[in-house]
């Protein structure tokens, strides 16, 4: 039986499950990403859209769109981020925090040419995204 795990947004009015386990996690440093999460980075887990359900109050989640890449999600009471669809990619970046109980293990570092913060952890750091992803795949020096 796969594990499921529940999150929520800020105020607890929306709340999802994951289930089993995400495709990848990572930090995105794009400048879109950055604003969003109003910090220097963005760390991400990415599901398979079916791996993830909003199971109470579907009605307060509002959807921002910038470009066609990113539908981002959140609360519309307490404006708590919950996801971000990618439906070019066919996964949803489900924010990290919004599961306290995954296991963060990040993999990958996206977007690092846009970076404000270097981090050295030993981590690859993709220019853009993964060339599977419709990136450059290069990687960038710490």
């Known amino acids: ?11 607890g ?3 999802i499950e994951v289930t089993g386990d995400p495709e990848a996690m990572g ?5 879109s990403c950055r604003s969003w999460s109003a910090g220097p980075v963005n760390a991400f887990t990415l599901w398979k859209p079916d ?3 909003v199971t109470h109050g579907q009605q307060h989640l509002t959807t921002f769109e910038k470009t066609e ?13 919950v996801m971000t669809g990618h439906k070019g990619f ?3 970046d489900v924010y990290a925090a919004t599961i306290p109980t995954q296991k963060f293990e990040p993999g990958v570092h996206v977007n690092y040419a846009e970076t404000v913060l270097p981090i050295k952890d030993g981590l690859p750091k993709m220019r853009d995204f993964p060339a599977e992803l419709g990136g450059s795949g290069d990687l960038m020096p710490e």
């Open 1 to 11: 039986m796969d594990k499921v795990q529940k999150g929520q947004c800020f105020c």
């Open 13 to 15: 009015a929306v709340a």
């Open 27 to 31: 930090y995105c440093h794009c400048a």
């Open 51 to 53: 791996a993830v359900a």
């Open 69 to 81: 890449s990113s539908q981002r999600q959140f609360c519309s009471l307490c404006g708590g981020h």
């Open 90 to 92: 066919g996964l949803v």
